[in-house]
């Protein structure tokens, strides 16, 4: 598709145009088409032919295939300061950039980096391959949801090496003075939307105290290991995007991370929550790859960082639907559903 055409495409739907503004400084079609055509030229030394994919989080990523038929992908990254979740810089990204690129070359799934971060006006771009090999699956079925486990486990041991690397952001799950972080996209006022959460709130303070009071090993983890992000061969993973999501947090916040949204995709039509039960599984499943056992406490620490995953997804949920249109299979819905206290309490 014509790159402009799927921009505007993209822009009918009002929360790409927040986005789009809010991380790349406007939403000018005419613009953006023309800073990716002399961004690709001068250091991929070739314009843009089509537009293979665009969306809109916490960066502007865009897909394409480039004259010389060479197929990229794009991610502009706002920076942000140290104290947020998202923790941008460009120390950070080439870190990760250097990180990626070692786990590729060693066969693990993720994509081959292409480029270094370079500025993109007031971004920071990273270029990757674009590959898009396998197909998606359903983390609900038992096989996928050992095999994001055992990735995830994998990408632990394969990342020891690097943890002391110079420029790595700290994940900081649970480290605000407010109950919740600064949500990680401009779509989410918790302040202004605050009404109707209160019981969601109540069960994150909790949750956030546990979280703090246990302390882990610090690893190097991906912190958005979700559906969403994967393809796969069969049962195996073929593919893991979101690199900019690799940060030093504590193990066990990592697992909570992932045993709270390891089924979320909105690509495919699926349950996006996994079951108290299906957590609990994706846990121990992770646990046996580990190959060493979590205490009885470490076991509480990773219920509680769950939980407090949920909450917080939650709270971007009522951000959206303070109404509650859209409850059902929902992140509210999971979280009001629960049996116990803590999320793995089954």
Known sequence: MDFREALLSSFEDEENMILCNSILGMSDAEQIVADMNDFCRCHLNSSIHSCLHISFSVGASFGFELENGNQIFIKVHKPTSADTITAISKPYLTAVS????????????????????????????????????????????????????????????STEPYRDAPGF????????????????????????????????????????????RIKGRVVLGHLDWS????????????????????????????????????????????????????????????????????????????????????????????????EGNNYEGSFRHALASMVGELYLDV
Not at 256 to 284: C, H, L, M, N, R
């Open 98 to 157: 250097s990180v990626q690129k070692s786990l590729a070359e060693s066969g693990f799934p993720c994509p081959r980096v292409l480029l270094e971060p370079t500025e993109l006006g007031a971004g920071i771009a990273t270029v990757d391959e674009f590959a898009a090999p396998g197909e998606l699956r359903d983390a609900h079925v038992p096989a996928i949801r050992a095999a994001i486990a055992q990735t995830l486990a994998q990408l632990i041991k």
């Open 169 to 212: 952001a700290s994940g900081r799950f649970g480290a605000s003075e407010t109950l919740y972080p600064i949500p990680h996209n401009d779509l989410f006022n918790f302040n202004r939307t605050a009404k109707g959460a209160e019981w969601i709130d109540a069960i994150a303070v909790k949750a956030k105290n546990t979280v703090n």
């Open 227 to 322: 559906l969403k992000h994967f393809r796969f061969s069969g049962n195996e993973v073929a593919m893991v995007y979101d690199w900019d999501s690799l940060k030093l947090e504590d193990e066990l916040n990592v697992l909570g991370i992932a045993a709270a949204t390891f089924t979320t995709t909105w690509d495919i039509p699926v349950k996006i929550t996994p079951s108290q039960e299906e957590s609990y599984a994706f846990v121990k499943e992770y646990e046996q790859f580990r190959g060493s056992a979590f205490t009885g406490e470490e076991w509480t620490k990773v219920s509680a960082a769950t939980t407090y995953c949920l909450a917080y997804v939650a709270r971007c949920e009522h951000a959206l639907d303070q």
